[in-house]
DNA sequence: GCCAACGTTGGC
DNA sequence: GCCAACGTTGGC
C-alpha cells in the first residue's frame, strides 16, 4: 500500500467539496515530477493526505484513496479548459491523472505550522522542505503513521 | 547547453 | 498583497 499527499487550494477544491462528490478526477496537475508520481507509482487502494494549500490555515483536512488507475487527463485536449496544453498530442499524452475517493476527515486539521515543527520526525517529507512546491507527494509509511499519532492528540504550540 | 526572463506556487 | 523559490521557455 502506498500513501500520498495532494494538495489542492481550498478556494478551487476543498475537502468540503470532496466529501460532497465522493469520487473526482485528480485533474490539472501540470508538474512532471507531480506527473510522474501519479502515473507511475500510485495503485489503486492507495491513501493519501488531502491537504489545504494556499489559505489561511495551510493543513492536512482529510484522507482520500486512489479510485482508478491513471489515464490521460482530458482537460489538456479542450481548448476551453484552463489546463489546456497545446503541445499535448491524444495519441501521446503528457499528463495523466487518477480518480481519488473520499475516506474521511481528519478529527482536527493538522496544520503545516505543525508539521514544520516536527521535522525531525517528518524529516523528507516534501511538504515541509523549504521552497516546495510539488503538488502530488509521496510520504512514507512512518511519516503516515506519525501524522495520524498527530491527529489523536490536540495541537501543541 | 547555458542562462536570463518570465510565470507560477504558496507561505506569510 | 508581497515576494522567495522554483520550473519552464527561448534566444543565443
Redesign the pocket.
Known sequence: MGYWLL?SEPGEFSIDDMERVGVEPWDGVR??QARNWLRDHMQVGDQAFFYH???KE?AIVGIVSVASPAYPDPTQFDPRDKHFDPKSRPDDPRWWLVDVRFERRLRRPVT??ELKEREEELEGLALVR??????VMPVTPQQWAFILGLEQQPESG
Open positions: 494538495k508538474n512532471y494549500s494556499n489559505c495551510p503545516l505550522r523549504r521552497g516546495n512546491r510539488l503538488s
